[in-house]
């Protein structure tokens, strides 16, 4: 411990003990409380909804607040003092919460558990701790006997890793078994409190196919073993590499659809990484917020009222509807790869669904609270490289049976519910923005 003490601080030592003993008394109950109720769950509808961007290089504090954050997350050095002050320093000034991430190796317990109860003890605001960046299977074991010390030396603090995606590793391409059994080694071996990955679609060539695959793998995956389920999302372009600088519609495709899954958290790679192989990140060179930073600034008070709601709520289903598409005398009905066709089973008060507008169709996602009320999701996936959302526009068109009359619509703007009447029963011609849905309530 005394390695993470710092000049000027002789009595870090016993503050971080009085501090250890006294988390464990109260701690011990909350921790108790998660273990019977769902730890990650209970940490989810207990805090603000979780938006950040990877910090690896000095920022301005202020900057990132005012682009409309709730937490922060950063990559430091416990050992550097100025560099922890100016990120969780300032973050804690600021009232921000704060999550550290740290790159955990085979042989680095010690450095995750006395760099975790530094810093909780020197800042305010602690909220999670992200122990391992995408390590292999032969590490998974390793890695969770190193998230079980960290937690117990700090049971009131999310514990998690970041997770391979599905597109990171050839093999799981070729044999998409190997993929699905990594998952289950990370539910089972490392035990996080959340089940988080990165993967990051937007190629040169086109969006990946598997990026709808890997949304509905970590639903599944995390639903079965009741952990809450967040993801890494692409806020960047790479100079040279496979990296396109995602659109607005792209931007906001990545977001809409992670929520449409049931994800109850988002974190974006990276805010101000400018070195090679990054061309842009949220902030460009300049310093000052990119393309893609305007993008996410825009719409992050939507997703934050959003995901209020959302991070109450179980994804009980989710559906992709087809674009019809007049092709060569001919209709197309594109399906992405890893995606369940809406038919009329999927809701008996759904009778049918048409997309008249966007190729790439819309998704249909299914909640229940606890109190048993039942939310509807819609989200139009249409998106392309240099496509504002305005011109990706689609249109959606869903037919309701007798009983559904009128549905409830949340406003995201002010976080109310609106009720929308549906002439003969149908919700006529919703337009939405590309990459961008809308929340629904049906009426008791």
Same mark, same amino acid.
């Given at each position: 411990?005394?390695?993470?003490?710092?000049?000027?601080?002789?009595?870090?030592?016993?503050?971080?003990?009085?501090?250890?003993?006294?988390?464990?008394?109260?701690?011990? +109950?909350?921790? !108790?409380?998660?273990?019977?109720?769902?730890?990650?769950?209970?940490?989810?509808?207990? =805090? @603000?909804?979780? *938006?950040?961007? *990877?910090?690896?290089? %000095?920022?301005?504090?202020?900057?990132?607040?005012?682009?409309?954050?709730?937490?922060?997350?950063?990559?430091?050095?416990?050992?550097?003092?100025?560099?922890?002050?100016?990120?969780?320093?300032?973050?804690?000034?600021? #009232?921000?919460?704060?999550?550290?991430?740290? $790159?955990?190796? @085979?042989?680095?317990?010690?450095?995750?558990?006395?760099?975790?109860?530094?810093?909780?003890?020197?800042?305010?605001?602690?909220?999670?701790?992200?122990?391992?960046?995408?390590?292999?299977?032969?590490?998974?074991?390793?890695?969770?006997?190193?998230?079980?010390?960290?937690?117990?030396?700090? %049971?009131?603090?999310?514990?998690?890793?970041?997770?391979? #995606?599905?597109?990171?590793?050839?093999?799981?391409?070729?044999?998409?078994?190997?993929?699905?059994?990594?998952?289950?080694?990370?539910?089972?071996?490392?035990?996080?409190?959340?089940?988080?990955?990165?993967?990051?679609?937007?190629? $040169?060539?086109?969006?990946?196919?598997?990026?709808?695959?890997?949304?509905?793998?970590?639903? &599944?995956?995390?639903?079965?073993?009741?952990?809450?389920?967040?993801?890494?999302?692409?806020?960047?372009?790479?100079?040279?590499?496979?990296?396109?600088?995602?659109? !607005?519609?792209?931007?906001?495709?990545?977001?809409?659809?992670?929520?449409?899954?049931?994800?109850?958290?988002?974190?974006?790679?990276?805010?101000?990484?400018?070195?090679?192989?990054?061309?842009?990140?949220?902030?460009?060179?300049?310093?000052?917020?990119? #393309? *893609?930073?305007?993008?996410?600034?825009?719409?992050?008070?939507?997703?934050?009222?959003?995901?209020?709601?959302?991070?109450?709520?179980?994804?009980?289903?989710?559906?992709?509807?087809?674009? $019809? *598409?007049?092709?060569?005398?001919?209709?197309?009905?594109?399906? @992405?790869?890893?995606? +369940?066709?809406?038919?009329?089973?999927?809701?008996? $008060?759904?009778? /049918?669904?048409?997309?008249?507008?966007? @190729? =790439?169709?819309?998704?249909?996602?299914?909640?229940?609270?606890?109190?048993?009320?039942?939310?509807?999701?819609?989200?139009?996936?249409?998106?392309?490289? /240099?496509? /504002?959302?305005? &011109?990706?526009?689609? +249109?959606?068109?869903?037919?309701?049976?007798?009983?559904?009359?009128?549905?409830?619509?949340?406003?995201?703007?002010?976080?109310?519910?609106?009720?929308?009447?549906?002439?003969?029963?149908?919700?006529?011609?919703?337009?939405?923005?590309?990459?961008?849905?809308?929340?629904?309530?049906?009426?008791?």
């Amino acid at each position: 411990m005394a390695n993470f003490c710092f000049k000027g601080h002789p009595r870090c030592i016993f503050v971080v003990m009085i501090m250890v003993l006294s988390i464990g008394i109260k701690g011990s +109950v909350f921790a !108790e409380k998660n273990d019977a109720q769902g730890r990650g769950q209970q940490w989810v509808q207990s =805090h @603000p909804f979780t *938006i950040n961007a *990877i910090i690896d290089a %000095p920022a301005d504090m202020e900057q990132y607040k005012a682009m409309g954050f709730t937490s922060v997350f950063a990559v430091v050095d416990p050992k550097k003092e100025a560099w922890t002050d100016a990120i969780f320093g300032q973050a804690a000034k600021m #009232g921000l919460g704060w999550h550290w991430f740290y $790159r955990w190796k @085979p042989g680095k317990d010690d450095e995750a558990v006395k760099g975790s109860q530094f810093l909780y003890s020197r800042y305010k605001g602690c909220l999670g701790l992200s122990i391992g960046d995408e390590n292999p299977e032969g590490e998974l074991q390793e890695l969770g006997k190193a998230l079980t010390k960290v937690r117990q030396v700090l %049971p009131d603090t999310l514990v998690y890793c970041a997770m391979r #995606g599905k597109d990171m590793v050839p093999e799981y391409t070729h044999k998409p078994e190997l993929y699905l059994e990594y998952v289950d080694r990370v539910v089972s071996e490392v035990q996080p409190d959340v089940l988080m990955y990165d993967q990051y679609p937007f190629y $040169r060539g086109g969006t990946a196919g598997t990026f709808y695959q890997n949304l509905a793998i970590i639903r &599944e995956k995390a639903l079965a073993a009741g952990v809450p389920y967040w993801n890494w999302l692409q806020g960047f372009a790479w100079t040279d590499g496979p990296f396109h600088e995602p659109s !607005e519609s792209e931007i906001r495709l990545q977001a809409y659809a992670s929520l449409t899954y049931g994800f109850t958290g988002l974190s974006y790679w990276t805010y101000n990484s400018c070195y090679k192989p990054y061309s842009k990140s949220l902030l460009g060179p300049d310093g000052k917020p990119s #393309g *893609i930073g305007q993008s996410l600034a825009a719409m992050l008070p939507e997703l934050k009222v959003l995901g209020e709601v959302l991070k109450n709520l179980k994804s009980t289903g989710i559906y992709y509807c087809a674009s $019809r *598409i007049y092709r060569e005398g001919q209709w197309l009905y594109t399906q @992405p790869q890893g995606t +369940v066709r809406w038919s009329e089973k999927a809701d008996p $008060r759904i009778t /049918n669904v048409k997309v008249s507008d966007g @190729p =790439h169709g819309f998704l249909m996602g299914f909640f229940k609270d606890a109190d048993g009320r039942e939310y509807l999701m819609l989200t139009n996936c249409n998106h392309a490289q /240099n496509k /504002n959302a305005m &011109e990706a526009l689609g +249109v959606i068109t869903v037919y309701f049976n007798w009983k559904v009359s009128a549905l409830e619509q949340l406003d995201c703007k002010t976080g109310s519910w609106v009720k929308v009447h549906l002439a003969d029963h149908v919700l006529l011609h919703h337009t939405l923005p590309g990459g961008t849905g809308t929340l629904f309530r049906f009426v008791k």
